[in-house]
Structures are given as C-alpha cells and as structure tokens.
C-alpha cells in the first residue's frame, strides 16, 4: 500500500501539471453524465414512473451504478488499457520488476478526471436521498454503501477479464464495453424493467443484479428480507473466476517483440 500510494501521488502530481486541462476534461465527464440525467428527467416528466419506480428511486439507482463504474474505471484504468500495455512491450519490462504484477498494472494508470461522473453521482446522490421517502436508518446507509463497494469490485472484475482476453487477442475486444460502458447506461434503472431473461443473466452470469437490484429493493422498502443487504458481498466472489482467466492469461503470455 505505501507504494501504491506513491505511484497515486506521481499520478494526482502529473494530473495537476496542466490544471486547465485537467478541469476542462472534468468538466466534460460531467456534462456527459448530466445529459443522461437530463434523458431521465425528460422521460419522468411525461410518463412519471417506470415500472413502479418513481424519479427519485431510479436516480438513486443510477447514481450506485455511476459511482460504482466511476470508481472502478478510475483506479482500475490500467486493466481497461492493458491491450495497449502489451502491444508496446510495456507488460514485458513489467514482469522483471520485483513486485505484484496486479499492484504494477493498476498503479500504471490512474484516472483522475473521472472525478467529474463521480461528482455527477454525488450530486444524484444528494438528490434522490432527499427527495425519497426511504426511512434512513444504520442497516440502510450500510446497504448503500455496500451497494458502491460491491459494484465497483464487479466493474473492476470486468476491467481484470478484459485484460485477461488480451493476452490472447493483443488487442482489445470492443463487445466487452456492452459489459462495462453498456451496463453504466442499461444499469440507471432496475434490471427488472428489462424482464427476465436479462434479470437472469444479470444474477447469474456477470452479476449486476446482486449489487443493483435486489439490495436496492431492500433499500426503498419493497422487500423487508435483510439478507438482500449483504448480495453485494456475494457479487464480490466474482473475484475468483476474474482472478484465475488472469493467472491463466499471464502463464500464457509470449512477448510481442516490440
């Protein structure tokens, strides 16, 4: 952790060497999330509910899915560039450097200017908190928080598998960003609203639903099982399986003799 630090404060030193873009690029990333607030804004202001969900809880939940992506693509863009990492030969030099080849990729690259979408969710955030008719209490903000944290381990899985696939491709696969960007879009309103067949897929394939469905049920009282709360623990265990395609990947690994 002391060097992962480190490399944070090389990165966040060389973001604020040229502040002027930094802000502009910022500023941009929020404008680009406003205007998919806006979409909703629009849609609500002439149908007034989807599904049952009212304005408030669908920002509510597109905020978790924003913040969790936002925070995931900040600190986990090592992984999301990683065809470009090996193309150059980077991932070669890499290798003979004595520490965790995981800790190496993700402190290669950290993007700060995607606090911009991350400020977009706290503003969400404060919106759909205050205007809800959620009776806030400790088991609610912990589902909340929860919610955040399982959802950006799950987007930095995807981020790991995507990497993991260039091992063998070089170059990266664009369908995966129906998995990544594709979910931060689909994923501002509850996945049940899809039916379920992507309800389905989204529980038990690449496991959306356990940090943005069923938790968030819990969390604007439409079920009182207590045990939704803790699904976004058990998404985490994607973990696993993200874990063993990279350890595959890396054994199989040829240099590309950049």
Not at 118 to 132: C, D, K, P, R
Request: charged share 15%; hydrophobic share 50%.
């Amino acid at each position: 952790m002391r060097l992962y630090v480190k490399f944070f404060g090389i990165h966040l030193k060389g973001a604020m060497q040229y502040k002027l873009s930094f802000l502009l690029t910022t500023l941009g990333q929020f404008l680009v999330s406003f205007n998919v607030f806006l979409g909703i804004l629009f849609m609500f202001d002439r149908f007034h509910e989807v599904k049952g969900y009212s304005f408030s809880e669908v920002i509510l939940c597109f905020a978790t899915m924003l913040m969790s992506f936002s925070l995931a693509e900040m600190f986990m863009r090592g992984f999301d560039l990683f065809s470009s990492t090996i193309s150059n030969g980077e991932f070669d030099r890499i290798l003979l450097r004595p520490r965790s080849i995981i800790l190496l990729v993700v402190s290669g690259k950290i993007e700060f200017t995607r606090f911009g979408r991350i400020l977009q969710a706290i503003v969400m955030f404060s919106y759909g908190i205050t205007t809800s008719e959620i009776r806030w209490d400790f088991n609610k903000i912990l589902t909340l928080l929860l919610m955040i944290l399982g959802g950006t381990v799950i987007f930095g899985c995807l981020f790991v598998i995507y990497a993991s696939i260039c091992f063998f491709t070089l170059e990266g696969l664009e369908f995966m960003n129906i998995l990544t960007d594709g979910a931060r879009e689909y994923g501002k309103y509850p996945l049940d609203i899809y039916g379920k067949s992507v309800l389905k897929f989204c529980t038990y394939m690449i496991p959306y639903a356990l940090f943005q469905y069923y938790p968030f049920l819990y969390l604007i009282g439409r079920t009182d099982n207590w045990l939704f709360m803790f699904l976004p623990i058990v998404g985490c265990l994607f973990l696993l399986p993200s874990f063993m395609l990279w350890r595959f990947g890396v054994s199989h690994y040829k240099s590309t003799g950049s």
